[in-house]
């Protein structure tokens, strides 16, 4: 990257999560970068998380930079944020946008929006669906909309969605690989017997089936058999490129189904209900349950979720030095 000129501004993504993460990181930054002008700058880091680089999965020609050039960014006149911008975000030449959420400027999200997940002001519209405001929805799609998915990966989604009636079918998004160790137990809200219930509550219906664990795949082809259709059908590994992008391809075949049943949390349904222009009929499996538990309150119970904090931390650094 040449060096910029003076009065030019940035807006830099970043983003070292998990695809539907980045994907929101992405749209987010886009979006901001046309509004404000600023010349759009692009962090992808190939790591456990996600082992492959942006060119794997999109044409688009962005502008990308190295992590060295990213040190370098951060000591210059620069600001990170992760929520919402702030009113002094033009006086910096760098905007530095490093969050799975989607991203806005000042009030264009009102406080106290946000039920499913909010952040701090609760002024975020992630997980919110079909709440989110018409005009908000229309603006992050004509930038998501304008990304541009490797052609042999269209293809592959087209040809696979035609064999198998995908538009008939109704999706199952079950997360299960990294959520292993979290703080406020969302591997436990949609469980396995929760997905079983809803495929016998529609008993003549046909599922495609997305899921990065193995063993719920194995238990769903078993119990329902030719009902259950799944791509990939193997096991998923974040950190290899074949992954990630046979992932990508999920979440598009996803986002062609009737009706989408996804796991709580997971960014991954969110961005499968994006893809699909907003239209899908989506349901988050055992989300009464979690809207019907009593929040944390007592200093008591805050002490309880903080060591809880600490522990699960330890537990994934530990996965993923020695795991």
């Known amino acids: 990257m040449s060096k910029p000129e003076q009065k030019e501004k940035y807006i ?4 070292r999560a998990g695809l539907g993460n980045r994907i929101k990181g992405l749209i987010s930054a886009m979006r901001l970068s046309r509004i404000t002008g600023r010349k759009l700058l692009l962090y992808w880091e190939n790591n456990q998380y996600l ?8 044409e688009n020609d962005l502008a990308q930079i190295t992590k060295k050039q990213l040190k370098e960014i951060k000591k210059e006149n620069s600001k990170v944020y992760r929520d919402v911008l ?5 006086s910096y030449k760098f905007i530095i946008i490093d969050t799975w959420k989607f991203q806005f400027l000042p009030k264009e999200i009102p406080e106290g929006f946000s039920e499913i997940y909010p952040s701090e002001k609760a002024n975020n519209i992630d997980f919110e669906f079909n709440r989110i405001p018409p005009e908000i929805r229309e603006k992050l799609l004509d930038e998501l909309e304008s990304l541009r998915p490797r052609k042999e990966i269209v293809e592959f989604v087209d040809n696979f969605s035609k ?8 999706g199952l998004q079950i997360r299960r690989g990294d959520t292993r160790f979290t703080v406020d137990g969302r591997e436990k809200i949609s469980s396995d017997d929760k997905f079983i219930k809803v495929i ?14 193995y063993n719920t795949l194995l238990l769903l082809k078993g ?45 991954f349904a969110e961005m499968a209900w994006w893809f699909g222009g907003c239209n899908n009929k989506i349901d988050i499996v055992g989300i009464e349950d979690v809207k019907n538990e009593p929040k944390p309150i007592t200093f008591f119970q805050k002490v ?12 994934r650094w530990l996965f993923r030095s020695y795991g």
């Open 51 to 58: 082992g492959c680089n942006f060119k794997d999965l999109f």
């Open 200 to 213: 016998n509550s529609l008993p003549n219906e046909r599922f495609y089936l997305s899921t990065d664990g």
């Open 304 to 315: 309880i979720w903080k060591m809880k904090f600490y522990k699960v931390n330890f537990l």
């Open 12 to 15: 830099v993504c970043i983003n």
């Open 86 to 90: 702030e009113d002094d975000y033009n």
């Open 223 to 267: 119990m329902f058999g030719d009902r259950i259709i799944a791509y990939p059908e193997k096991e998923i590994k974040r950190s290899e490129k074949e992954s990630v992008i046979n992932g990508f391809k999920a979440i598009l075949i996803l986002a062609r189904t009737k009706h989408l049943y996804g796991s709580y949390l997971s960014t």
């Open 163 to 170: 064999e198998n009636k995908i538009s008939e079918c109704v």
